[in-house]
Nanobody, 119 residues
């Protein structure tokens, strides 16, 4: 079991960049696939990007392809989301989540961090 905490949210102007980090405590971080999700006001939580336990494979939602990059450092128990060319519609609470490499669902979530993009 891991515990997750996100850092790096804040306010940025449209076109700007922001990096989010998620630090995991607990054992076997490298056994978990990791994902970044976001939830805007009045909308359902949706996946933004994910990365497999080894870092060999990544996934991006169409809305962020070419602008966001997910990466991980298993030695430091961290996963990072670099967000470039931010748009007002990227405004949301961003959550880090973990899924056991043997599992079908993300079962461990961080508390979330607010990202606000002003126009």
């Amino acid at each position: 079991q891991v515990q997750l905490v996100e850092t790096g949210g804040g306010l940025v102007q449209a076109g700007g960049s922001l990096g989010l980090s998620c630090t995991a405590s607990g054992r076997s971080f490298s056994s978990y696939d990791m994902g970044w999700f976001r939830q805007a006001p009045g909308k359902e939580r949706a996946i933004v990007a994910s990365i497999t336990w080894s870092g060999a494979s990544t996934y991006y939602a169409d809305s962020v392809k070419g602008r966001f990059t997910i990466s991980r450092d298993n030695a430091k128990n961290t996963v990072h989301l670099q967000m470039n060319s931010l748009k007002p519609e990227d405004t949301a609470v961003y959550y880090c989540a973990a899924r056991g490499s043997w599992d079908a669902a993300y079962r461990t979530w961080g508390p979330g961090t607010q990202v606000t993009v002003s126009s």
